[in-house]
């Protein structure tokens, strides 16, 4: 009975779960239908209700914004609506440094959050992985040594964590990629880099 009941949890834990999160962002998208006049939406349309159109709606948007802002014209209307949002009162501050971890996530320019690292954490004798950042320039001259500036995030949520300084030479460099890192952080390391093309642990309880 156990070994079956186990089973049974390694298929719908997994698929339950995904799916959750599959109907969490189908119905998070679908809010921007709202955006849409009231008599052209789909379920004043359509005779039923179908999910998942605002993810299409979203994607033309971004699509349409990314357009639009590779043109000269579009670049100047961001940049000046931009500035404008930078001086808005603590709405300004949470826009800049939101901006910053997202440029550094997506434009694939830089070597902010591009190498992973091993760093001395919690205590001397332990080891964690974390992303090399950017270190500030008014603290690069505070060290007589080179020191790198590190993301030490949590698990399983890899979201929250840890800003540090910590000397270059008490770090180690490793040759894994961002995504391999997150999915070992999120995981708990369960996930390794490359999986089977088979679920041994769901054969070994058949």
Do not use: C
Request: hydrophobic letters at 45%; glycine letters at 6%; zero cysteines.
């Amino acid at each position: 009975m156990k070994k079956f009941l186990v089973t049974g949890l390694l298929v719908w834990v997994p698929l339950g779960i995904t799916i959750w999160v599959l109907n969490l962002t189908i119905t998070t998208m679908d809010q921007t239908l709202l955006l849409l006049p009231e008599h052209w939406h789909p379920d004043n349309l359509l005779p039923f209700h179908v999910p998942g159109l605002g993810i299409i709606l979203t994607f033309a948007i971004v699509l349409l914004t990314g357009l639009l802002i590779r043109n000269i014209f579009g670049q100047r209307l961001w940049a000046a609506s931009e500035k404008g949002m930078l001086h808005i009162p603590f709405v300004g501050s949470i826009y800049k440094g939101v901006k910053q971890v997202s440029d550094t996530l997506l434009s694939g320019s830089g070597n902010s959050f591009r190498k992973v690292l091993l760093v001395r954490y919690p205590h001397p004798d332990a080891w964690s992985l974390a992303f090399q950042t950017n270190v500030p320039n008014e603290v690069v001259g505070q060290f007589d040594e080179e020191y790198v500036a590190v993301f030490i995030p949590t698990t399983p949520s890899p979201v929250n964590g840890f800003y540090f300084f910590v000397r270059k030479s008490d770090t180690i460099a490793l040759d894994m990629t961002v995504d391999v890192a997150l999915r070992t952080i999120v995981s708990m390391g369960v996930v390794s880099d490359t999986e089977s093309a088979h679920r041994p642990d769901i054969a070994n309880f058949s």
